[in-house]
């Protein structure tokens, strides 16, 4: 793991395997450990980078605000450093829009995407007022209560309690400032069905059948925006899909990318 310096942000970077690269982006509020086995398995044949957002896992805390655009112009800072210049992508949630970003900004850099629980339309406004209500308290009493009111909400109803446990801990590794930082950049994404339309990468949709954050609906849609789509929404599943089915995740991905 290593810290890089781009875009005005710090960034922590696991640089594992060796082949054709792949990124790799977390979900909020989690950081890139929750993806430890996915990076592991596809390392087998594959160079995998894994980046933390700032503020969470081995990324230092923002100074200040961050965008969907500013991790992406600081991502391709992070390519051009470790001299890549295409790759395949899988980005959950946040990272998807972060990939998708990337995607406009840098057309012709993907050649595969995996995009998780994602969506093209912005944040509705109580959505935006949940955030900035969330950044705020994160900044007064710090993460400890993510845990327990968000933490929940990222698995199926009925997670397994392994599963809980493992967000609840990664969770409370973020800063309260990564976290107010997350919160605000995901408040104020726009609307990227252009972005969407525009993507040249072969690109699959991977949904989780109960996901309670992001509807199914929102999936088809970028589904459709996308011109080489498909959408695969996996039966049992929430919104950190792999946690509650991690061998159809798996399997999925690797189908997809191995294709």
Do not use: C
Not at 8 to 22: E, I, K, M, S, Y
Not at 42 to 61: H, I, K, M, Q, T
Not at 112 to 119: E, F, I, K, Y
């Amino acid at each position: 793991m290593e810290i890089l310096e781009v875009g005005g942000l710090r960034l922590g970077v696991t640089d594992a395997g060796a082949g054709a690269p792949v990124l790799m982006l977390h979900p909020f509020p989690l950081d890139g450990t929750v993806l430890d086995a996915q990076v592991d398995l596809l390392a087998r044949e594959r160079r995998v980078l894994r980046v933390d957002f700032p503020g969470f896992g081995n990324s230092p805390p923002p100074a200040g605000p961050v965008s969907i655009e500013g991790y992406a112009r600081a991502l391709r800072e992070v390519f051009a450093k470790k001299k890549i210049s295409r790759a395949d992508g899988l980005g959950m949630s946040l990272g998807s829009y972060a990939l998708i970003e990337l995607s406009r900004q840098a057309p012709m850099f993907f050649e595969r995407l995996v995009l998780v629980s994602s969506r093209a339309t912005p944040a509705s406004p109580e959505a935006r007022l949940d955030r900035e209500t969330m950044a705020k308290r994160a900044e007064v009493e710090g993460v400890g209560w993510i845990a327990g009111s968000w933490g929940p909400l990222l698995l199926r109803p009925d997670p397994e309690l392994a599963a809980l446990r493992t967000v609840e801990k990664i969770i409370n590794r973020a800063t309260p400032q990564g976290v107010a930082a997350g919160a605000r950049a995901l408040a104020s994404r726009g609307d990227q069905s252009a972005a969407a339309k525009a993507i040249a990468a072969k690109t699959l949709v991977l949904h989780g059948g109960e996901d309670r954050i992001t509807p199914l609906g929102e999936a088809t849609l970028l589904a459709q925006l996308i011109p080489q789509s498909s959408l695969e929404v996996i039966p049992g599943a929430g919104h950190v899909v792999h946690l509650d089915e991690p061998d159809r995740f798996d399997r999925a991905v690797v189908s997809f990318l191995s294709a």
